[in-house]
Nanobody, 125 residues
Framework: QVKVEESGGGSVQAGGSLRLSCWVS????????MGWFRQAPGQARGGVAM????????YYADAAKGRFTISHDFASNTLYLQMSSLKDEDTAMYFC??????????????????WGQGTQVTVSA
């Protein structure tokens, strides 16, 4: 069984920064693509950023481009999401997920096998 644990959420003023972390208990084929998703109240969960951990190819939703950076440290099995220039519309529960390589490049949550419980990010205007 693979465990996925997020941390780093919190409250920040608009224009501020936060870094989310996600630890995965083991590396395997089903965790080679890792991504961040978010869900705001009343909205569907959607993709924010993904990374293929082998070659570090990254993929971003339009709302994240230029403001968020996804990265991964293979040695510690930890995924990061550095968020800057935060806006109130970034307020959401953020989830970390892991999946097989073929799901990378798609912002859909389909195909991700392992999910964390989520960490709340609240941006105040």
């Amino acid at each position: 069984q693979v465990k996925v644990e997020e941390s780093g959420g919190g409250s920040v003023q608009a224009g501020g920064s936060l870094r989310l972390s996600c630890w995965v208990s083991r590396n395997r084929y089903e965790t080679l693509c890792m991504g961040w998703f978010r869900q705001a109240p009343g909205q569907a969960r959607g993709g924010v950023a993904m990374i293929y951990v082998v070659d570090k190819d990254t993929y971003y939703a339009d709302a994240a481009k230029g403001r968020f950076t996804i990265s991964h440290d293979f040695a510690s099995n930890t995924l990061y999401l550095q968020m800057s220039s935060l806006k109130d519309e970034d307020t959401a529960m953020y989830f970390c997920a892991a999946g097989i390589p073929s799901v990378c490049g798609r912002l859909s949550e389909r195909g991700y096998s392992y999910w964390g419980q989520g960490t709340q990010v609240t941006v105040s205007a």
